[in-house]
């Protein structure tokens, strides 16, 4: 769940191709890929630490537990982790609600 009414629309896209990108080599289907080859998957997207930080906390937030790898994956791809850390938080807080 990536909700970030305040970017503007073009973020908003790369955020959601980066989480297709994240999710796949994190926990999907090119799981098993070598790291330098998902991180460059990763930076094919963005370079940028604050959106990796947004994706990031997303992924913090899993209710279910299991997207530790993509957190691994977009720290090391050079996310914001305070920025996760916040925006998990908020996504925290809307799952609750």
């Known amino acids: 769940m990536v909700h970030v009414p305040s970017l503007p629309a073009w973020q ?13 080599y994190g926990i999907g289907s090119d799981r098993d890929a070598p790291r330098d080859e998902a991180i460059a ?3 094919a ?9 947004i994706q990031a906390g997303v992924a913090l937030a899993d ?5 530790g790898p993509t957190v ?10 305070r920025l996760a850390e916040a925006h998990a938080a908020e996504v925290r807080a809307r799952l609750s609600t």
């Open 12 to 24: 908003r896209i790369k955020l959601a191709e980066l989480s297709g990108v994240a999710g796949r």
């Open 41 to 43: 998957a990763v930076h």
């Open 45 to 53: 997207v963005t370079t940028d630490p604050e959106l990796l930080g």
């Open 63 to 67: 209710p279910h537990g299991i997207s």
């Open 72 to 81: 691994e994956l977009l720290r090391a791809a050079g996310a914001d982790m």
